[in-house]
């Protein structure tokens, strides 16, 4: 089983009309994590538009990939807050787990 173990906790307002999906990763104005904006950490509940919502700003977190990992692998956030391996944003972590394609749940150690 894999698990999370979060350091620090802090919280910040969705402000995606659609709400926010738990394991994405999540930026500092309350939206989705994307390319090439570095993101404040990865969302720790389902949170609706408006609600304050819990973010993981360090430790290891269970993150959604939206493409194959490899353990080690640096990764950066792409399009709705899901983990890739990092080519030119910024680096977000580190691969705990391997993916072999999207939507698979990894452990992130969060830089």
Do not use: W
């Amino acid at each position: 089983m894999k698990t999370e173990q979060p350091l620090l906790i802090t919280s910040v307002q969705c402000t995606n009309s659609s709400g926010i999906f738990k394991h994405r990763f999540v930026h500092f104005d309350g939206n989705y994590g994307r390319e090439a904006y570095k993101s404040l950490g990865v969302c720790y509940a389902d949170t609706s538009f408006n609600e304050m919502m819990p973010v993981m700003a360090k430790g290891i977190a269970l993150v959604v990939t939206g493409d194959a990992v490899n353990v080690g692998d640096p990764i950066e956030s792409f399009d709705d807050g899901v983990a890739i391996p990092q080519t030119t944003g910024f680096l977000e972590g580190y691969a705990m787990d391997s993916a072999v394609g999207s939507d698979i749940l990894i452990r992130v150690l969060l830089a």
